[in-house]
């Protein structure tokens, strides 16, 4: 089992940074892929990035391609996700995510674990 943990959201103005962190607990994230998704009132959840924990390949959605960098550090157990110049449009819930089969793929139902989100809102 493994339990994913969010932090790193709040309010800022658009163009502004913020950078989310998913600290995972249970087990490493060896061999998984992990991502993030995110839900904004209203809408279905949506993918945002992926990373494949040991070959370090990339997904991102072409909404933040250029803007958001996934990144993870081993030793910490962590993925995180810089995000920069923020646009109103990216106001969601960010969800954390592990992919037990590695594939790293933009749809939630290859997800097996799931952290509780973090909340990022972007005022313009």
């Known amino acids: 089992q493994v339990q994913l943990v969010e932090s790193g959201g709040g309010l800022v103005q658009a163009g502004d940074s913020l950078r989310l962190s998913c600290a995972a607990s249970?087990?490493?994230?060896?061999?998984?892929?992990t991502g993030w998704f995110r839900q904004a009132p209203g809408k279905e959840r949506e993918f945002v990035a992926s990373?494949?924990?040991?070959?370090?390949?990339?997904y991102y959605a072409a909404s933040v391609k250029g803007r958001f960098t996934i990144s993870r550090d081993a030793a910490k157990n962590t993925v995180y996700l810089q995000m920069n110049n923020l646009k109103p449009d990216d106001t969601a819930v960010y969800y954390c995510a592990a992919d037990a089969a590695g594939w790293g793929s933009e749809n939630d139902v290859n997800y097996d674990f799931w952290g509780q989100g973090t909340q990022v809102t972007v005022s313009s």
């Open positions: 990373i494949m924990w040991t070959s370090l390949t990339t």
């Open positions: 249970g087990r490493t994230f060896e061999n998984y892929a």
